[in-house]
């Protein structure tokens, strides 16, 4: 096992061994790229530009399902550094250049962000499809309410949103999967993948079996766009996962930030090929 993967290649994803993939359906796939990228607390500008270069890569690599983990526009621990005046403020800048993005790779683009309305401000995961239109969101409803995220307000209900050539995709940030009725009332809804943004270390109150347990119970897999690098936690040991029939089928933790690339077959639900590339840090 290297220190920059694990890459399980005969673990079982939907009851068939990913060495049996039939050329059907590896002709069907569609990549996701998982950004597991540094973000670095109150660096907007900086944070911006990781995500982009990012995204640019994957999309080099034909992906089309980008994700970012959560908080990817201003790192975990921002408010204590710049605050949250900034949030509303540059919110239609930060739209546009999203959507701008998602239209030049040709992409969907899922951004980890703070997010502001006329009255609150929530952690969110904003859709942005290949033509650049904002096509959904979903507001982190586990949201803690002390310490770094006492910014933000809970969201209140579970989302599901088709994605182009990927399927139906239930949306989650971080400590939502933690809740099993959130992971059921979102499975009630179809769908066809479970995805989540994270910036969840290991350690204590550290992931302990969601993922997998999510994976168990909804028949569906799990991915999990997590983070690396030092901000209000230490997060050089965090894992980006996919979970599989109760199990961990690939992981990637490294101090350097890096791009998760996987196969999604949408018409058998199954997760095949696992690849880690490095990216600069900004």
């Not at 096509?135 to 409803?141: A, D, L, S, V």
């Amino acid at each position: 096992m290297t220190p920059i993967r694990r890459n399980l290649l005969q673990v079982l994803a939907g009851g068939v061994a990913l060495s049996a993939v039939t050329d059907a359906i590896a002709a069907s796939t569609r990549t996701i790229a998982l950004l597991h990228l540094a973000p670095r607390p109150g660096e907007i500008a900086a944070n911006r530009h990781s995500i982009e270069q990012g995204a640019r890569q994957a999309a080099a690599r034909d992906a089309r399902l980008v994700v970012t983990p959560e908080l990817a526009v201003s790192g975990y621990g921002f408010r204590d550094l710049i605050g949250t005046g900034w949030i509303a403020e540059g919110q239609a800048d930060l739209f546009a250049w999203a959507g701008a993005l998602a239209r030049d790779i040709g992409a969907t683009l899922v951004l980890g962000t703070p997010e502001a309305t006329s009255d609150a401000l929530f952690n969110s995961m904003i859709v942005f499809a290949p033509d650049g239109r904002l096509t959904g969101r979903h507001r982190k409803i586990n949201a803690l309410r002390v310490g770094s995220e006492s910014w933000s307000t809970p969201g209140d209900r579970p989302t599901v949103i088709a994605v182009d050539g990927i399927g139906r995709v239930g949306f989650f940030v971080c400590a939502d999967m933690y809740s099993p009725r959130l992971v059921d009332e979102t499975a009630a809804q179809g769908i066809d993948l479970l995805l989540s943004s994270a910036a969840w270390a290991p350690g204590l109150h550290g992931p302990s079996g969601e993922w997998e347990r999510a994976s168990s119970t909804t028949g569906r897999p799990v991915l999990v766009c997590n983070r690396t690098g030092c901000d209000a936690l230490d997060f050089d040991a965090a894992c980006s996962v996919a979970a599989v029939s109760g199990a961990i089928a690939f992981s990637h933790a490294f101090p350097q930030p890096g791009l998760a690339l996987v196969d999604w077959a949408p018409d058998a639900r199954r997760l095949a090929n696992w690849r880690v590339e490095t990216v600069p840090r900004a």
